[in-house]
Nanobody
Framework: QVWIAESGGGLVQPGGSLRLSCTASGFTFRNYAMNWFLQAPGKERELVAPIDFTGGAKSYADSVKGRFTISRDNARNTVSLEMNNLKPEDMAVYSC?????????WGQGTQVTVSS
């Protein structure tokens, strides 16, 4: 059974930093690309940063490019999102997901609030 869980969200002031973590099990983690998504209130879930199964290829949404960094540790079945210079418009629920066995899976998400 696929299981994905995120942690690390919280309240941060504009310009601050957070590091989100995602742990997964129930599949061979090292064989699958992983993704971070965000969903702001009243909006659709959007892709923030995908990373391939090796960790060698990654990309970013234009809105976070240069501020966020995605990485993964295949030995620990984790994928992280380092978020710097956070802005109020980054406030959202961030979730980690993957397409496994032809289905999309996400965790419950972790709330990131950016406010002074």
């Amino acid at each position: 059974q696929v299981w994905i869980a995120e942690s690390g969200g919280g309240l941060v002031q504009p310009g601050g930093s957070l590091r989100l973590s995602c742990t997964a099990s129930g599949f061979t983690f090292r064989n699958y690309a992983m993704n971070w998504f965000l969903q702001a209130p009243g909006k659709e879930r959007e892709l923030v940063a995908p990373i391939d199964f090796t960790g060698g290829a990654k990309s970013y949404a234009d809105s976070v490019k240069g501020r966020f960094t995605i990485s993964r540790d295949n030995a620990r079945n984790t994928v992280s999102l380092e978020m710097n210079n956070l802005k109020p418009e980054d406030m959202a629920v961030y979730s980690c997901g993957a397409r496994i066995f032809g289905h999309n899976y996400w965790g419950q998400g972790t709330q990131v609030t950016v406010s002074s």
